[in-house]
């Protein structure tokens, strides 16, 4: 059973569409991260979030630790915003950096 | 904005051979990590190293892999006898900088394409 799991696994998108990805995972954490790996594979770290909610510019990412799910949003989005978007998380009592990976949604917005 | 760099972007190498993979992680930072992706698969976990020592590292990360920060700017990754299977994405990473010590995020260096042939 993986630990991370992501849904949807791709997703299509009209441009200018709202776009959600989900993260559900079973084990204790101490901190989520949503990453962004480009077509050539070069991974980008977008937020690390604990808990509550957080915004960069057309991102939001939220965390319910109770739930044990995050979510990553995209507002208005755009052909650039192509990517595979991956969730992973910090076992709680883990060193930093030892991440559980998700498979990854790969996100594809047209024009 | 500071950046993680890898060499090489590729490298290929015979099965049984050694080889090193270079990091040069953001300067300031404390805790310096590598990750390997196999194609089509998801990103796994290799190792943590701060303080000039390994700070936890994962069942992939056995007696054929080691790590070193040989000076104060590279962080290396040796891979004493390469198999097949070693085929991958290399990443490294850094995080936590030396002056707030607190984690916000990672930083991903471009990854080197490891083939074993």
């Known amino acids: 059973k993986n630990e991370v799991e992501q849904s949807p696994q791709n997703l299509t998108a009209q441009e200018g569409e709202f776009i959600t990805i989900n993260c559900s995972y079973s084990?204790?954490?101490?901190?989520l991260h949503w990453l962004q790996q480009h077509p050539g594979g070069g991974i980008v770290s977008l937020f690390m979030?604990?808990?509550g909610k957080k915004k960069h510019g057309r991102l939001i990412a939220t965390i319910n630790i109770q739930e044990k799910h995050s979510s990553l949003h995209i507002t208005a989005s755009h052909p650039r915003d192509s990517a595979v978007y991956i969730c992973a998380v910090m076992n709680y009592g883990g060193s930093q950096g030892n991440l559980i990976f998700g498979k990854g949604t790969k996100l594809s917005v047209k024009p | 904005e500071p950046e993680v760099t890898q060499t090489p972007s590729h490298q290929v190498t015979q099965m049984g051979q050694e080889v090193i993979l270079r990091c040069v992680p953001i300067?300031?930072?404390?805790?310096f990590y590598w990750y390997r992706q196999i194609l089509g698969q998801k990103v796994e976990f290799l190792v943590s190293f701060y303080n000039n020592e390994i700070s936890e590292k994962s069942e992939i990360f056995d007696d054929q892999f080691s790590v070193e920060r040989p000076d104060g700017s590279n962080f290396t990754l040796k891979i004493r006898s390469t198999k097949l299977e070693d085929s991958a994405m290399y990443f490294c990473?850094?995080?936590?900088?030396?002056?707030?010590?607190?984690?916000?995020?990672?930083?991903f260096g471009s990854g080197t394409q490891l083939s074993v042939l």
């Open positions: 084990v204790g954490i101490s901190a």
């Open positions: 990473a850094s995080s936590v900088e030396r002056e707030s010590r607190e984690v916000e995020k990672l930083f």
């Open positions: 979030l604990s808990s």
């Open positions: 300067s300031n930072h404390l805790y």
